[in-house]
């Protein structure tokens, strides 16, 4: 499956965006879909995750309760709708997929084998 991440841009702190991945060349409704982000000079880091069915979340402290992550399998797209934002928040942000068979909750990124190119999200203060 391909993925296609859109949404990002510049907003000051305290403001909101809407991450949209939308997947094209197949259908997401077996996956497990997550997004990470990558600041300059650090490694991917772990920001959410949704299993197939919507069953469960799992999000990184980081963007706990100010970050959610949802999905919308008739139109193949995962969102992630990103409250409260701070500087630090800033990163470029990319989805994966990986098959869920038992609604496990992975965080690692080497778990996930489809990625879309990143969005840029740029948070200033």
């Known amino acids: 499956v391909q993925l296609q991440a859109s949404g990002g841009g510049l907003v000051q702190a305290g403001g909101s965006l809407r991450l949209s991945c939308a997947a094209s060349?197949?259908?997401?409704?077996?996956?497990?879909m997550a997004w990470f982000r990558q600041a300059p000079g650090e490694d991917r880091e772990f920001v959410a995750t949704?299993?197939?069915?919507?069953?469960?979340?799992y999000y990184a402290d980081s963007v706990k309760d100010r970050f959610t992550i949802s999905r919308d399998d008739a139109k193949n797209t995962v969102y992630l709708q990103m409250n409260s934002l701070k500087p630090e928040d800033t990163a470029v942000y990319s989805c994966?997929?990986?098959?869920?068979?038992?609604?496990?909750?992975?965080?690692?990124?080497?778990?996930?084998?489809?990625w879309g190119q990143g969005t840029l999200v740029t948070v200033s203060s």
């Open positions: 060349g197949g259908t997401i409704d077996s996956d497990a």
């Open positions: 994966a997929a990986r098959y869920d068979a038992v609604y496990t909750i992975e965080t690692s990124p080497g778990g996930y084998d489809d």
């Open positions: 949704i299993s197939k069915g919507a069953i469960r979340t």
